[in-house]
């Protein structure tokens, strides 16, 4: 893998369902792994940075894992609700000194 | 503590000319990005400064300039605006230069070129 991918591209579930998504990354010269959320109109706001291969971050419902040898990491929520509609980004730095390279997303839509 | 602010919020500019969109951020971060999100492309970097003093180029420079005028304000220029610029804007910064830090972004700008 050469960039960021991240699957699938859109998801829509029921509110209460639990989902996750995967992001692919290069897993040679790895640094660090980031997620993000982004909501319509507004700014991407960082929800995990990750360094270590094994990492499992939780925060609220939402929670991610790490899997720097080969190259994925799970973005998992649990009992999605309508305000976790949102576009989920996760990036990972190409060089050391933070050139960040960001996959295309993976949109997300709660239904009530 | 205002974050990650820009200005303008909005633009629409002729082809052809200039302009440079601001941001400056009030964190004492180090880096700071310029990225443009396009339908379906996701978030491009065009201009990243590592720290004070210094640039470097992203993935989608051309046409485009870049001044880190001090550690707080990264500006971008477009000297000869083209349609294909049409683009919303995003700064960012992050604490420090190795990528183990997340980015704070600003609103963006939205620019149109006609």
Request: aromatic fraction near 12%; charged fraction near 20%; glycine fraction near 8%.
């Amino acid at each position: 893998i050469l960039n960021v991918e991240q699957s699938p591209q859109s998801l829509h579930v029921q509110e209460g369902d639990s989902t996750n998504f995967t992001c692919s990354f290069p897993s040679s010269n790895f640094y660090a792994l980031h997620w993000y959320r982004w909501e319509t109109a507004k700014s991407p706001e960082a929800l995990f940075v990750m360094t270590l291969n094994g990492d499992e971050k939780k925060k609220g419902r939402i929670s991610a894992t790490l899997n720097t040898k080969e190259g994925y990491s799970y973005l998992y929520i649990k009992g999605s609700q309508p305000e976790d509609s949102a576009t989920y980004l996760c990036a990972s730095p190409k060089t050391s000194y933070d050139k960040v390279i960001f996959g295309p997303g993976t949109s997300l839509s709660v239904i009530p | 503590n205002a974050g990650v602010t820009q200005t303008p919020k909005f633009q629409v500019l002729k082809t052809g000319q200039s302009m440079t969109l601001q941001c400056a951020q009030d964190m004492n971060h180090n880096s700071m990005y310029w990225y443009r999100q396009d339908p379906g492309m996701g978030l491009r970097l065009i201009y990243y400064s590592a720290s004070e003093g210094t640039t470097d180029k992203g993935e989608v420079p051309n046409g485009y300039n870049v001044s880190r005028l001090n550690k707080r304000e990264f500006s971008l220029r477009l000297e000869s605006a083209a349609p294909s610029q049409t683009s919303v804007y995003f700064c960012a910064s992050s604490e420090d230069g190795r990528g183990v830090r997340g980015q704070y972004f600003g609103p963006g700008t939205r620019l149109t070129v006609t």
